[in-house]
């Protein structure tokens, strides 16, 4: 049980972090102003978050 709440920290940790992750990233897309630029800081966090499980 201990263990479990363990995990649950962690993934909540790590969402969280991936969070402000995607949006640092979009907030500097939005600097930018490139389509592709925003397109890709989105699709490529959520491709890695992906590949994780």
């Known amino acids: 049980f201990i263990y ?3 995990i649950l920290f962690y993934f909540i940790l790590f969402y969280f972090i ?3 992750f995607i949006l640092y990233m979009l907030t500097f897309s ?3 102003c490139d389509p592709i630029t925003i397109v890709l800081n989105c699709v490529v ?3 890695l978050m ?3 499980y």
């Open 30 to 32: 939005f600097i930018c």
């Open 50 to 52: 992906l590949s994780l």
């Open 4 to 6: 479990f709440i363990i």
């Open 45 to 47: 966090p959520f491709c």
């Open 18 to 20: 991936l969070f402000y």
